[in-house]
Structures are given as structure tokens and as C-alpha cells.
């Protein structure tokens, strides 16, 4: 683990998840292994209380759409907390992968998924607020701007970026929980590889100002991760 000292700089790993060739079983054994570490780090509960908070604020039905949704765990979290505080929530979730779509959709009814590419197609617009979860380190900086703008484009109020925080403790952290909460090949590859190619909170801010999403903040998580939020105002 050499490469430690020189996690100060972005290294982008290419992980096998993103290969368009991987085998359908093994991506869907990936796709519920990563459920799993969402669970455990409470992926979901990081992106609930602002969407909570405006839903309070605006007093109706909120919409939110989950970029890059994978099997789509987040944004069903997000309807079953919606339902245990008694606030009215719709939940959509896209992501380039037809594997995953359909994954989604056979395991999490009520929330509406589709396959988009929102890196190079405007996501549609309506939504109150748009999110993304573990998706901007898999990016090049370029494509991480494109993101951001398109979220922005799609949203009425919010934008929220839930993702891994570079450094050597979270490279650390996620390599030994990725050991112990799944036996998938790909994701104990692509979990130490994620907090490789991910950025740093500042750097994370830096790109959403590029984006154009003036005014957004991005706080750290725990564990391991960090929030970017952007509201319109």
C-alpha cells in the first residue's frame, strides 16, 4: 500500500462495475453487495434532512430523482422514510445500466426507474430535488461539471452529492468494509478503487462552482463520505 502517501493527488482507477462487458450475475451480486454498504453507511440518511426540511418547508408532494440509482436502494429508503415522518414523497431513479434498471425495478416497487445517460442527455426537468450517491469518483473532472449542471438544469430547489472523501483513513476504512460485508470480487476491488478516484471535499466544491451551482456547500459525512448540497434560491 505504497500508493498511501500519494493519495493527496486524485488517481482514477477504472472499476470493473463500469465495465460495459461484465457479466450480468456478477453485476447484479455488485449491485446488491453495494446495497448493503449503503445500508451500513447510511447513505440515504445522509441526503434526508434537507429533503425533509423542504418538504416541511413546502408543505406538498415532493419529487426527487436519483442519478447513477444502481439497484435503486437509496431512493426506496428515501420513500420509507418519507412514509415514517408522515411527509408525502415521489421517488424516480435512472441510471445507464439496463441491468440495473431492471434489478430496480424488480426489487423496489414504488419508486419509478429508467435508463438514462445523464452525462451526455438533459435529465428531465420537474423534480424538487435531484441526487446522486458514490457516482462523481467515477468521473473525470470535465464529467463531473457536466453532471452537476445537468442536475442543476433538472432541479426546482435542491441538488445533493452524497459521496467518498479521499484520504488514507477512508481508503483504510473502506478496504476492510468491503471485506467484511460482502464476498463480491468486484466490490471489495472497486471500493478500495472508488476512494482512489474520489475527490476531496474542497475539490468537490471547486468542481460545483465550475458547474455553476454559486452558493453550494459540501460538508463531511460520516462515515467516509461528504454532502455537496446546492439550493436554489
Given amino acids: 500500500m505504497a500508493f498511501l502517501s500519494r493519495l493527496r493527488i486524485r488517481e482514477r482507477i477504472p472499476e470493473l ?18 446495497a448493503r454498504v449503503n445500508r451500513f453507511s447510511n447513505s440515504a440518511g445522509v441526503l434526508w434532512p434537507p429533503i425533509l426540511k423542504l ?8 419529487r426527487v430523482l436519483d442519478v447513477a440509482t444502481g439497484s435503486g436502494d437509496v431512493p426506496a ?19 445507464i445500466s439496463p441491468t440495473a434498471v431492471e434489478e430496480a425495478g424488480r426489487a423496489r416497487p414504488g419508486v419509478q426507474f429508467f ?4 452525462l451526455h442527455d438533459r435529465l428531465p426537468t420537474g423534480f424538487d430535488v435531484v441526487t446522486s450517491s458514490l457516482f462523481l469518483h467515477h468521473l473525470t473532472a470535465d ?17 445533493l452529492v452524497n459521496d467518498l472523501a479521499r484520504s488514507r483513513f477512508n481508503y483504510c476504512a473502506v478496504w476492510a468494509a468491503c471485506r467484511l460485508l460482502t464476498r463480491s470480487p468486484v466490490v471489495r476491488f472497486d471500493g478500495p478503487a472508488s476512494v482512489r478516484s ?4 474542497a475539490e ?9 451551482l454559486s452558493g453550494a456547500t459540501v460538508r463531511r459525512r460520516f462515515p467516509c463520505r461528504f454532502l455537496l448540497s446546492w439550493e436554489r434560491k
Fill in 115 to 118: 435508463v438514462h445517460d445523464a
Fill in 77 to 95: 429508503e428515501l420513500l420509507a422514510k418519507a412514509g415514517r415522518a408522515a411527509v408525502t414523497l415521489e421517488a424516480a431513479g435512472c441510471d
Fill in 143 to 159: 464529467d463531473a461539471i457536466a453532471l452537476l449542471a445537468n442536475m442543476e438544469n433538472a432541479t426546482r430547489h435542491l441538488v
Fill in 204 to 212: 468537490a466544491l471547486a468542481l460545483a462552482e465550475r458547474a455553476g
Fill in 55 to 62: 418538504s416541511r418547508e413546502l408543505g406538498r408532494t415532493i
Fill in 198 to 201: 474520489a475527490f476531496t471535499p
Fill in 17 to 34: 462495475m463500469d465495465d460495459p462487458a461484465i457479466d450480468p450475475v456478477e453485476h447484479r451480486r455488485a449491485l446488491a453487495a453495494l
